[in-house]
């Protein structure tokens, strides 16, 4: 849908409506204090091993009748490209830390049981080099999460060598016979996957004697490509694993180093195991996961306060590479699959996470949203030839011209929702100064009752349009579905220009995202 250049007056509907929605909203986007740059992999995807998240959702085969580039499907590709994705984790996840990598390479796959997801025979028929195919047809840089769990220092420091070296190198020669002969570029190296738990239920100082040991082995050969390393941080509010890490990167040696922590946080709406539906539920539902959503806030200011102690200079990242909803599967498939459908709630629960991230944007460099595709909080749903596109989707779309943005401060009376005890801010909001020098501001109204009226003024710039889109359901329980895909579709927003400044409805329960032209 192409944005609308906006003039005149608001809709005669809002002659109509009651009182209440007429109480406004006074935003003020201050241009002239910018803050740091919005790092576009805030905005990366994560895929794993997992349901139908790779087989059917990104690989079909070469023989497929659905249109694909050796083994990729293109409707696929094609959806990813358009919202810019900038970085995708693979292979996990708790899968990769039961993954051996060489089982995935040449003309004989070995196939191994998916023991986390499903018991189901994973045939490896996707590998390190269909993924990198993947990553390159996509855009997208790659974020490889070796095997710390099961595997073996030896055996990541090979694969890492088989990716990046030159052909000189015995192994990256074999990877030339594979159909590679230039070395891969790895952006980013997860030096295992939720040690604490799934990933080998390490203590934190356990963790940190193997993670310094992978630290130093697991190299990068391509110097075309800097590579960061990213360690086992936290899962939600437990420091434990904050502080072993980044005590130890503070005395860390020559031999070793680290350019990123991680951290996980799934919204539950009630802890594991999950009991929240995701569609038909009612507003109780909607305001608990919304609180829920809401907590990343602190956790982030928690564990950067920890890493702030050890790191004054935020040398290393705070990287939130498992974030998302994770509701009930849906009725009628494998549990240990995670399909789940994708709401209007959804939508506005990635846009109050992805204003967090960027609000923290000199510590958080990278998220990714679990799952990129038909796995939990996903992007896209496939059915067989069938693609659609959810509403978390069509956020980030939209929250493109945010990538590698530069921050700027907003303030506003954000008013309160509320239902029974719980309390939430009424409206959230982010500005930014995007690469093509226009002001960006997403505008989100968490109220699903009660349309909002917004004012908007801006320090420094004089505006003289607005254009925008805005995301919006009949009902926030509303989802795309194969056969009717637009059910959830952005649409151009009503916007009003007086006395300088920016005049706006927002629709129960929505997003909505201004660019602000001088």
């Given amino acids: 849908m192409k944005p609308l250049v906006l003039t005149g007056v608001l809709s005669l509907l809002a002659l109509t409506l009651p ?65 810019k994705v900038p970085v995708v984790r693979w292979p996990g996840g708790c899968f990769a830390d039961e993954y051996h990598w060489r089982r995935g390479i040449g003309p004989e796959r070995k196939p191994m049981m ?8 994973e045939p490896n028929t996707f590998g390190t080099d269909e993924f990198m195919d993947f990553a390159t047809q996509v855009g997208a840089e790659a974020y490889i999460s070796v095997n710390v769990g099961s595997g073996t220092v030896g055996e990541a420091a090979e694969w890492l060598e088989y990716m990046t070296s030159s052909t000189q190198d015995g192994i990256g020669a074999e990877r030339a016979r594979n159909g590679h002969a230039e070395p891969y570029k790895v952006a980013f190296v997860g030096l295992g996957n939720e040690s604490w738990d799934c990933g080998g239920a390490m203590t934190p100082d356990f963790y940190v004697s193997q993670m310094k040991m992978y630290a130093r082995f697991v190299r990068n050969y391509n110097k075309a490509q800097p590579m960061q390393r990213i360690a086992v941080g936290p899962s939600g509010p437990d420091t434990a694993y904050t502080e072993a890490v980044m005590k130890s990167y503070k005395g860390r040696s020559w031999a070793w180093d680290i350019e990123g922590l991680s951290l996980h946080y799934y919204t539950t709406g009630g802890g594991f195991p999950v009991s929240q539906k995701a569609t038909g539920f ?39 590479d498992e974030w998302g909803a994770w509701y009930v599967a849906t009725p009628g498939t494998d549990p240990g699959f995670l399909m789940q459908q994708n709401t209007q709630r959804d939508a506005v629960l990635s846009a109050l996470n992805l204003n967090i991230f960027a609000r ?54 954000a008013g309160t929702y509320s239902f029974g005890d719980i309390s939430l801010p009424r409206v959230d909001a982010l500005a930014a100064r995007g690469t093509d020098g226009k002001i960006y501001l997403s505008l989100t109204n968490l109220d699903p009752r009660t349309p909002v009226d917004i004012d908007v003024a801006s320090l420094n710039i004089k505006v003289k349009t607005a254009t925008g889109e805005t995301l919006s359901a009949a009902k926030f329980d509303a989802y795309n579905t194969f056969s009717d895909p637009e059910t959830v579709a952005p649409k151009p927003v009503t916007a009003k220009m007086k006395d300088g400044k920016v005049m706006v409805r927002l629709s129960p329960a929505s997003v909505t995202v201004l660019t602000l032209q001088p």
Wanted: net charge neutral; no cysteine.
């Fill in 114 to 121: 998916n023991a986390n997801w499903g018991g189901v025979i």
């Fill in 19 to 83: 009182a209440a929605a007429q109480e406004r909203v006074s935003v003020t986007v201050d241009a002239t204090k910018p803050g740091a740059k919005i790092d576009r992999r805030i905005f990366g995807q994560f895929a794993e091993h997992l349901g139908s998240g790779i087989y059917e959702g990104v690989w079909v085969g070469k023989d497929s009748a659905i249109p694909n580039t050796r083994g990729i499907r293109n409707d696929v590709v094609a959806a990813l490209k358009a919202i």
């Fill in 282 to 320: 009612g507003e109780k539902e909607y305001a608990v996961i919304l609180q829920d959503t809401l907590k990343m806030d602190e956790l982030v200011k928690t564990h950067s306060a920890i890493m702030d102690k050890y790191d004054p200079e935020k040398k290393v990242s705070l990287v939130v």
């Fill in 360 to 413: 923290h944007a000199d510590r958080v460099r990278m998220a990714n949203i679990a799952q990129m595709v038909n796995v939990l909080q996903a992007m896209i749903l496939t059915d067989k030839e069938k693609m659609l596109l959810t509403p978390t989707y069509h956020v980030f779309r939209m929250y493109v011209p945010f990538q590698d943005a530069t921050f700027i401060p907003v303030t506003l009376n």
